[in-house]
């Protein structure tokens, strides 16, 4: 399957056949060793027949159960340790509110050889290189296709969830009655069974996952693992329809595995985590990538005690002592979501905790409803999702504000989240509530990851991951980082893309109304509002400007694959066009763009009109897959007043979508916001610095003070904007330099100001500003990857050897796309 696919070089494979089988839900439990720096464990997947075989489950407009519980309550787990010799008598002894994954435990006695089958009981995992079997069998076995790298598959087998105590009330539903008694199939009826409950009987349903992902093997299955698949067979079973539906993989992740980072946090400690990698889960757990594989998952995650495990889950876990110094921690998720959005984080975390309440009362009341109750109507009508426990249905849930929340951060940053983080998530939150309405998620765990995160920010479900970038200078940069992320949590998360080349989908609509809740957590009145995003607009405008003026071609175009957009092949594997370049994940065409199209068709229509629009984009598509022309569709249907200015979707799509380059409609618009007020202000001052800088060349250090100018105090965004212009500046001399950053206190601003400092730092050769340069190359590793080019660039020996030493210190942690870049610029 590989070879048929034939992706070039940078382009990601999508191995597994989704169109054939579908995950519907992973049991994981994993072991973190910090000594080997490996995660090991089993998975248990429960499929369902795919598309191409007849209808898996109660896929389509079927509507979600409206209830009025918050999520399915389940109570923290508690271990469960049971013997799974006897496959006749299997049960499991956890209550509905108490469900557990069974934990391996005692690593010498119930972790291995009780999970395995009869057969295989006294060898242990070493056993399950026979199941690799490469003998030639034709075409006649059907074979199930995982996406997996830098994984040791051990043993794959076949789950009895048959011999669970109780299942039987699955075998006996009307569905059943005429179904052939035989075991396999009595097995695959049961999974699709549990797999199609009710979202209100949800608790029950995570309750028998677990039960069933105890239960003994019943023969092992053959497999083979490829550079990007692992590829899962039963000899003699020939269709979906009569290959297992419940199978259980042992395996190990790999200590250079690209999933996961492992690294120490700034504190010093060890901790791994999820980085947001260009090849997403694939090696951490074997799993189906495509995002049509909308999958829910449990997890139990055992590690030693002192460590905290965050992860993408609907409760706040709480560890359970399992023996002396290990601690194990369960999460589980009920919205179904792409296997790519799993996140995990394990290190000695501390959370920061609410010295005082205020900040969170005050954010009930502050931000008046901009929407209509009319927009509630929504509520009222049923989901065009899978069934899941909906928050849209949930009354409840339509009038939170603000959900709960929690900070983690290495010890000694723990001040620093104190200072604004804090104070910031509640007024954010509500912002968002306020634009959008009803939160998709119950919770939000918000982390400060370690200095080798290659983005400022990264959402996943019920949590955020911030870069520690984001702490220092003031609340600015937290604030609109955190309103980005937190937007996500509807656009890319609760609404994703059916192909995932259409990024701007999620990160276009993140940054337009990252710009929306901050005016709104800040409490701007309209004009200040508006001048605060046409300044951003104009910083965007010069972003995208030098962007499309250093990048490829080929990967400024928004739908590379135009009109087959979304299109696989006929098992369902694809690839993703360019999804392994490594200068992609540092391109910020997709957010551009996205975010400038966004902003045409909301000037268009107004504010209130587009956000309006907006909220019934949500109300309509979450919980599902979308393409471009979703969206474009229902915003003409939506609002006439486009269709009348000659706007269609195929025009859109010729202008903003399918060319590279800047936008037709963009060049027309782009010099307009050079006559806001608040970059008037900063075009003023900047005449004073060019003035200035003019003098000190001319006169003696006598004569400076006489000659000294009163310099307006700036916004952040009119300082990035001011250091930006005297980048276009051939010659500031050194007393300028040093004037300029005593005036501003530059190396105390938030990092998008200090990264143009030390850009103005680079280019004019301002030696003593060389030690800001290094401790922004060490400590801003998200922002400084093009600086080092920069250093080698002006062939200066001592900017060279700067640059040099400054990889050297962080190659080993650096995330590697940003090493492999660098490395290119250096080297």
């Not at 994981?28 to 997947?45: A, M, T």
């Not at 069934?387 to 900070?407: D, K």
């Not at 723990?414 to 306020?434: D, F, G, N, T, V």
Request: aromatic share 8%; charged share 25%.
């Amino acid at each position: 399957m590989e070879a048929k696919l034939d992706p070039t070089k940078d382009d990601l494979p999508l191995m597994a056949n989704t169109s054939h089988m579908l995950v519907k839900h992973y049991v994981l439990n994993l072991d973190v060793d910090f000594k080997s720096q490996v995660i090991e464990g089993i998975i248990v997947l429960f499929l369902e027949t795919g598309s191409r075989y007849g209808k898996a489950s109660s896929i389509g407009r079927e509507g979600c159960l409206s209830h009025f519980n918050e999520t399915c309550k389940t109570g923290a787990p508690e271990p469960c340790h049971i013997p799974l010799s006897n496959a006749s008598g299997f049960s499991c002894e956890v209550e509905y509110n108490d469900f557990a994954v069974c934990s391996k435990g005692e690593k010498d006695t119930s972790g291995r050889n009780g999970n395995h089958s009869n057969e295989e009981q006294a060898s242990g995992i070493s056993s399950s290189k026979s199941c690799c079997d490469t003998e030639s069998h034709g075409n006649k076995d059907f074979l199930l296709v995982l996406d997996c790298c830098d994984l040791s598959v051990l043993k794959v087998e076949e789950v009895d969830i048959a011999a669970v105590s109780g299942i039987e009330k699955f075998a006996t539903s009307t569905k059943l009655m005429d179904v052939s008694k035989e075991l396999e199939n009595l097995r695959n009826q049961i999974v699709h069974e549990l797999v199609t409950l009710p979202s209100d009987r949800c608790q029950e349903q995570l309750y028998y996952y677990s039960c069933c992902s105890q239960a003994p093997g019943c023969g092992e299955l053959l497999f083979t693992t490829g550079s990007w698949s692992l590829e899962i067979r039963k000899r003699g079973v020939q269709t979906p329809t009569d290959f297992p539906h419940a199978i259980r993989i042992w395996y190990r992740t790999k200590p250079e595995g690209r999933s996961v980072t492992w690294t120490t946090d700034q504190s010093g400690r060890p901790c791994v985590y999820t980085m947001g990698s260009p090849i997403n889960n694939r090696a951490l757990f074997p799993c189906q990538e495509p995002p049509i594989a909308l999958s829910t998952w449990q997890a139990s995650v055992r590690t030693s005690a002192g460590f905290v495990v965050l992860m993408s889950g609907e409760n706040s876990a709480e560890p359970v002592q399992l023996q002396e110094g290990i601690m194990s921690w369960h999460y589980y998720v009920t919205m179904p979501m792409p296997a790519s959005t799993f996140t995990i984080a394990v290190g000695c975390w501390q959370e920061v905790r609410q010295q005082c309440f205020t900040a969170a009362i005050q954010t009930e009341n502050e931000f008046p409803m901009p929407f209509a109750q009319a927009d509630f109507r929504w509520h009222k009508e049923s989901c065009g999702h899978v069934e899941y426990p909906c928050r849209f249905q949930n009354p409840a849930a339509a009038l939170q504000r603000v959900i709960p929340y929690r900070v983690f951060a290495p010890l000694c940053l723990m001040e620093r989240c104190e200072e604004h983080l804090l104070q910031l998530i509640p007024q954010c939150l509500s912002a968002a509530y306020s634009t959008l309405g009803t939160h998709p998620f119950s919770r939000l765990d918000v982390l400060i990851v370690p200095s080798n995160f290659s983005s400022l920010g990264m959402a996943s479900p019920h949590i955020i991951f911030l870069s520690q970038s984001v702490l220092p200078g003031g609340s600015h940069l937290c604030g609109t980082r955190l309103c980005h992320e937190i937007a996500h949590s509807w656009f890319g998360l609760a609404i994703g893309a059916r192909d995932w080349t259409e990024e701007w989908l999620s990160e276009g609509f993140a940054t337009f109304l990252e710009d929306v809740f901050w005016v709104r957590a800040q409490q701007l009145s309209q004009d200040e509002g508006k001048e605060q995003q046409e300044l951003k607009a104009l910083l965007r405008w010069q972003r995208l400007k030098d962007e499309v003026q250093n990048s490829e071609e080929e990967l400024q175009v928004l739908r590379p694959h135009k009109e087959s957009t979304g299109e696989v092949s006929e098992s369902g594997a694809s690839v993703v066009k360019h999804g392994l370049k490594a200068e992609k994940i540092f391109m910020q065409v997709h957010y551009l763009k996205g975010y400038f199209l966004l902003r045409s068709l909301a000037s268009t229509l107004g504010e209130a009109s587009y956000l309006a629009s907006l909220r019934k984009f949500v109300h309509k598509f979450h919980g599902q897959l979308v393409l471009s022309q979703d969206f474009l569709s229902m915003l003409l249907e939506d609002i006439p007043e486009l269709k009348e200015s000659g706007l269609t979707v195929e025009s859109i799509s010729q202008n903003w979508l399918d060319t590279s380059g800047i936008p037709k409609p963009l060049l027309e618009e782009g010099e307009t916001w050079k006559e806001c007020r608040l970059v008037r202000q900063v075009s003023a001052e900047v005449t004073k610095w060019i003035q200035a800088n003019w003098r000190i060349r001319k006169s003696s250090k006598k004569k400076r003070k006489q000659d000294e100018v009163v310099f307006q105090k700036l916004l952040p965004d009119q300082l990035v904007l001011l250091l930006e212009y005297l980048l276009e500046e051939k010659t500031l001399c050194p007393r300028t330099l040093q004037h300029l950053e005593k005036t501003y206190q530059l190396h105390d601003q938030d990092a998008e100001v200090r990264h143009r400092w030390c850009e103005l730092v680079v280019k004019h050769k301002y030696v003593p500003g060389y030690g800001d340069v290094e401790k922004f190359l060490r400590e801003d590793q998200a922002m400084g990857v093009y600086l080092y080019g920069e250093l080698m660039v002006n062939e200066d020996a001592k900017q060279q050897e700067l640059a040099y030493k400054c990889f050297a210190a962080a190659r080993e942690q650096m995330d590697m796309s940003s090493a492999k870049v660098v490395a290119e610029m250096l080297f």
